[in-house]
């Protein structure tokens, strides 16, 4: 897989509150939508997206994008709250859902079949459509906890995310290379890790998503909280193990407070079932592509939710009908990275 040279997340302006991120087609309303695409008969009525859990990153973006997909081109979407990658691209294979979003780590384990969650099945139904963003693995403690980086996990409760997302499958595997052993690794939905986080039953959360993560960026304007991040030897280790992983950043006051955060990440992209028509699936991507621009300032991830970011992908074939946008965009992208 490609690995990226170091990158900055974050966003020029931190959110003014959490319903510009939660109410994603209040979002999308409130901009004008791209120039509808001519509707061809042969499109199924509706497509089914898989969203990951409530009160992450995946949840309020993908049906921000799916609102302008859906406006563009006439298809009705529907929203399927899943566990993350993991499962979303088993449900995708099992054409349980039409569209979804996963870091290119959660997919080139499904693509080699090499995940222990795959059980050694070779996913080759998922086609790649558009790059979206880089997921931060970030962490967040009460500001009195005496935490102050992952090294402070030791001998702690520690919430990770869905079992079958993203952080479920790295950030044990991640803490085990740097020798940290925990009192214990909770899993959840963002929300309710949140939720818990907030009672006392959790001593911090490790984050894998695209920064600000809606759950905890509510969390922290309610009570006094830390975010931390890697240090650059951490990072270093990291990516020297798990090469799928690159050196990036949280820009300062992405999180109200918060100082810039140095972390491991990884690229997501948005993906799709093989058996989806082309023409549709150049519809979607011209769509959500078009709309990326007008939701930065709602959704700071999308300004990362650019055609050039197809470079981040080397081993997932792209759909046909996604290639053909970007060669028309004048991009290369080789042959053996589109499949039928």
């Known amino acids: 897989m490609l690995i990226s040279g170091q990158r900055v997340l974050g966003r020029r302006q931190v959110l003014a509150c959490m319903a510009g991120v939660l109410a994603a087609r209040d979002a999308w309303a409130a901009v004008s939508p791209a120039q509808p695409i001519a509707r061809n008969p042969a499109w199924p009525v509706a497509l089914t997206m898989g969203t990951g859990s409530a009160g992450g990153t995946y949840a309020a973006y993908g049906e921000a994008w799916g609102a302008a997909v859906e406006a563009a081109t006439g298809v009705r979407m529907f929203y399927r709250a899943t566990e993350g990658p ?9 054409g349980a859902i039409d569209l979804a979003m996963t870091t290119l780590g959660i997919a080139h384990e499904a693509w080699t079949g090499g995940g222990a969650w795959t059980d050694g099945v070779r996913f080759r139904t ?7 963003y880089e997921t931060a693995f970030h962490g967040i403690a ?11 996990l030791a ?10 997302g993203t952080g479920g499958s790295y950030l044990p595997r991640m803490l085990q290379i740097l020798g940290i052993a925990v009192a214990g690794f909770r899993f ?12 006392g039953n959790l001593d911090a959360c490790l984050l894998a998503a695209g920064p600000p993560v809606p759950a905890f960026l509510e ?11 890697f240090t650059p030897r951490e990072v270093a280790m990291l990516v020297r193990e798990l090469p799928e992983l690159s050196a990036t950043a949280i820009r300062a006051g992405t999180y109200a407070g918060q100082k810039r955060l140095v972390c491991p990440g990884m ?22 592509l078009d709309a990326a621009p007008r939701l930065v300032s709602r959704f700071p991830v999308a300004a990362e939710t650019v055609a050039d970011n197809i470079s981040q992908d080397a081993f997932l074939p792209f759909h046909p009908g996604a290639a053909r946008y970007y060669r028309q965009l004048g991009l290369f992208l ?7």
């Open 142 to 152: 009460r500001a009195g906890s005496g935490i102050r980086g992952v090294d402070g």
């Open 126 to 132: 998922i086609r790649a459509v558009f790059p979206m």
């Open 155 to 164: 001998g702690k409760v520690v919430g990770v995310g869905p079992e079958a």
């Open 219 to 229: 969390v922290a304007q309610r009570m006094s909280v830390r975010f931390f991040g």
């Open 334 to 340: 080789p042959d053996r990275l589109v499949m039928e």
């Open 267 to 288: 690229f997501n992209f948005a993906i799709c079932r093989q058996a989806l028509p082309n023409s549709l699936v150049y519809a979607v991507t011209r769509a959500a």
């Open 188 to 199: 959840g939905g963002f929300s309710d890790l949140a939720n818990e986080f907030a009672a």
């Open 86 to 94: 993991n499962e979303d691209i088993l449900l995708l294979d099992r």
